[in-house]
């Protein structure tokens, strides 16, 4: 595996309900971002990982949301008490600190809260 | 804040046609800035990276160049192909590791 891998790559919700995403970097990347995107904007960051520290959060990750990396290898993303207005592509890239200029993005989980 | 503006939002050539897409920034206190593509409903590829400190890339048909005083840089493609049709995002990152992406231009070349 040559690449960040993201899973699911499609969810379909109900409203209220919890969700959790996954996100395999690749191999030896010590730094983790999870961005959203919704249709016709670019992708906002949401927070990032330094091997298991979470560094920053963005004010949109709200109370409902949580993020972990457990052991500095791949991040889970929870949504708890979905809402409409979290349908979006969620997003995560990964980098490496030596070469931390470049992102490499994984290709992301269509979340659709109905 | 940083603000990523790209003009235009949306672009439909037919193929062979030569392209400029734009990206202004508001904060010339940057790193680095990076073009990325993105086809429909999927994630993010990096075409070129172009460091504070130079002034152009160039990879195969694409050149980006940046303008940091002015707050400016734009995507060349060359002889445009339908391949090319995707969604051309910019992303600037200051002194975070954050990037502020714009909201990108769509381009559709036709054959």
């Known amino acids: 595996d040559t ?8 969810k379909i919700t109900k409203r209220g309900q919890n969700v959790t995403f996954r996100c395999d970097p ?23 990982f330094q091997n298991e520290a979470q560094l920053e959060k963005s004010r949109l990750l709200s109370d409902r949301f949580s993020a972990e990396r457990p052991k500095g290898s791949f991040s889970t993303l929870e ?26 993005f994984g290709a992301g989980t269509r979340l659709s809260v109905l | 804040k940083q603000e990523v503006t790209q003009i235009p939002a949306a672009l439909s050539v037919p193929e062979g046609e030569n ?25 993010l590829t990096s075409l070129l990276l172009i460091q504070s400190s130079q ?24 002889a445009s192909q339908p391949g090319d049709s995707a969604t051309y995002l910019c992303a600037v ?3 975070s590791y954050i990037p502020t992406f714009g909201r990108g231009t769509s381009l559709i070349v036709h054959p």
């Open chain 2, 55 to 78: 002034r152009e890339q160039t990879s195969g048909r694409l050149n980006a160049s940046l303008d940091k005083s002015s707050g400016r840089s734009t995507l060349y493609i060359a």
């Open chain 1, 26 to 48: 690749i191999s030896e990347h010590n730094r983790l971002y999870w961005y959203r995107q919704t249709l016709g904007q670019g992708p906002e960051f949401l927070t990032y």
């Open chain 1, 79 to 104: 949504i708890q008490r979905t809402e409409q207005g979290d349908s979006a592509m969620y997003l995560c890239a990964s980098s490496q600190e030596s070469q931390r200029n470049i992102q490499y």
């Open chain 2, 93 to 95: 990152k200051g002194g």
């Open chain 1, 3 to 10: 690449g960040v891998s993201q899973d699911p790559r499609h």
């Open chain 2, 19 to 43: 392209l400029v897409l734009n990206c202004s920034f508001t904060d010339s206190a940057i790193y680095n800035l990076q073009w990325f593509r993105q086809d429909p409903g999927k994630g």
